[in-house]
């Protein structure tokens, strides 16, 4: 091939990649000013943030006096070994759970003959993830209102003494967990069914002329081919152990003060203590610290999965 010819398709495949490349612009240019500006903030994590004249936000971080580790002090707190098991320990179980759960659903929904029903199904199941935790803290007020709520009456009705759910901890570890599956399990519901839509269906056939019952074609064929999803999605949940849906703890026990040893959480506790003193320094150490341990357990639970399945890790 000439010169000439070589130029033309050097040129075009160049005129090519430009126009490709300006379609990435405003995904990239939100990325930058979104995502990665913002991390000079993190210097607030390490500085007493004081206001001063003029008062933009970049010449007040420059001006702040840097403190070092101080902002982490509220790691030396009292009720520090509460809020992390709080966090932890409910983190833990939501993950298993929903990892459980969602997986039955989805294969259950798989199976389902009918697509109206099917369709449906999956409409109700997904909705709840689209409301507020405040909206959702209404719902449960309705229940477990002290002087109206439907369980309160029913324990009137039957002569029994009546449950203040706001003011004893007895039953929150379990009503907490009801609601985070009732918001959260239709979404991953969603995209392990997803999952399985995708899988071909040559090889459910070849499982059943083998004689494979359902339950066999579940586990030799549903699963095996959905195991990336499940790997990915545990590993981005497990990459979030150490924070806390706020709205949950916050507003569905209506920041009741004698629910706090179950309910008091990172995000919880960071922002009553902003609330109270008013220390940004704080507040950014804990979030920098949620990130810094989200980093870690990501890149550790990868290394794992990278050693036992290199297939199914992000990277």
Not at 67 to 76: C, M, Q, R, Y
Not at 99 to 117: D, Y
Not at 151 to 176: C, Q, R
Request: positive net charge; contains cysteine.
């Amino acid at each position: 091939m000439s010169r000439v010819g070589l130029g033309g398709i050097t040129s075009a495949r160049r005129k090519k990649n430009f126009w490709l490349t300006t379609m990435l612009l405003p995904g990239a240019i939100w990325l930058l000013l979104l995502r990665y500006l913002p991390m000079l903030g993190i210097t607030i994590a390490f500085k007493n943030y004081r206001a001063f004249k003029p008062n933009t936000f970049w010449n007040n971080i420059i001006k702040s006096d840097w403190v070092g580790l101080k902002n982490f002090e509220f790691l030396k707190g009292p009720d520090t070994a509460v809020m992390i098991r709080n966090t932890l320990g409910y983190n833990i179980l939501w993950i298993v759970l929903g990892l459980i759960i969602s997986v039955a659903f989805a294969v259950m929904m798989s199976e389902l003959s009918t697509r109206f029903i099917a369709k449906s199904y999956q409409t109700m199941m997904f909705f709840p993830y689209f409301l507020s935790w405040v909206v959702a803290s209404y719902f449960v007020l309705a229940f477990l209102d002290p002087t109206s709520g439907m369980i309160n009456a029913m324990e009137k009705a039957s002569g029994s003494s009546v449950t203040n759910f706001y003011h004893d901890t007895t039953w929150w570890p379990l009503i907490l967990t009801l609601c985070n599956l009732w918001k959260n399990v239709g979404y991953s519901t969603v995209l392990y069914l997803a999952a399985i839509t995708g899988i071909d269906t040559t090889q459910y056939e070849a499982a059943a002329i083998d004689g494979a019952t359902k339950w066999q074609q579940v586990r030799y064929v549903t699963l095996p081919n959905i195991r990336t999803m499940i790997i990915i999605l545990l590993i981005m949940n497990v990459g979030k152990i150490f924070n806390a849906d706020f709205g949950l703890f916050y507003n569905v026990p209506q920041n009741s003060g004698s629910l706090y040893p179950v309910t008091q959480v990172v995000d919880t506790f960071v922002y009553r203590a902003y609330a109270n003193t008013h220390n940004l320094g704080m507040s950014s150490a804990a979030g920098f610290l949620q990130s810094a341990v989200g980093l870690v357990c990501i890149v550790g639970t990868n290394a794992i999965v990278r050693k036992i399945d290199p297939d199914s890790s992000l990277f």
